[in-house]
């Protein structure tokens, strides 16, 4: 009889602590989202007005006529070679040359002279 008092008041305490945590989900307290049931996927395509609203409107700014010939050198007519404005004698010959650069002139007769060098030995 003392045994079964014993069983009884035990399972009252479990029951009074065992009732709030069976209210809480432990799927959704203790474990992360990406390992829960994803959701079923569907084919189901949501009403659309008008076909248009599936693309950006960037996209469909086509022009409505061909650019002729004539319009199209005129907007390349400013397009033009500039002058160059890095220009200047070289110190060695005196002929001119892009500023930075060899002088072809003078590259010229070294690679004439290296090559005969190479040639030779």
């Given at each position: 009889?003392?045994?079964?008092?014993?069983?009884?008041?035990?399972r009252?305490?479990?029951?009074?602590?065992?009732a709030?945590?069976?209210?809480i989900?432990?799927?959704?307290?203790f474990?992360?989202?990406?390992?829960?049931?994803?959701?079923?996927?569907?084919?189901?395509?949501?009403?659309?007005?008008?076909l248009?609203?599936?693309?950006?409107?960037?996209?469909?700014?086509?022009?409505?006529?061909?650019?002729?010939?004539?319009?199209?050198a005129?907007?390349?007519?400013?397009?033009?070679?500039?002058?160059?404005?890095?220009?200047?004698?070289?110190?060695?010959?005196?002929s001119?040359?892009?500023?930075?650069?060899?002088?072809?002139?003078?590259y010229?007769?070294?690679?004439?002279?290296?090559?005969?060098k190479n040639?030779?030995?």
């Open positions: 009889m003392a045994a079964a008092l014993a069983l009884h008041q035990s009252s305490w479990l029951s009074a602590i065992s709030p945590l069976a209210r989900s432990l799927t959704a307290a474990v992360p989202a990406f390992l829960t049931a994803p959701k079923p996927f569907s084919w189901a395509i949501p009403s659309l007005p008008s248009l609203e599936l693309f950006p409107p960037w996209l469909l700014a086509v022009p409505k006529k061909k650019t002729s010939h004539s319009r199209k005129m907007r390349s007519a400013n397009k033009g070679l500039k002058d160059k404005q890095n220009l200047v004698h070289c110190e060695s010959c005196g001119p040359k892009l500023a930075h650069n060899l002088c072809p002139k003078c010229r007769e070294l690679n004439i002279a290296w090559k005969a040639r030779t030995a």
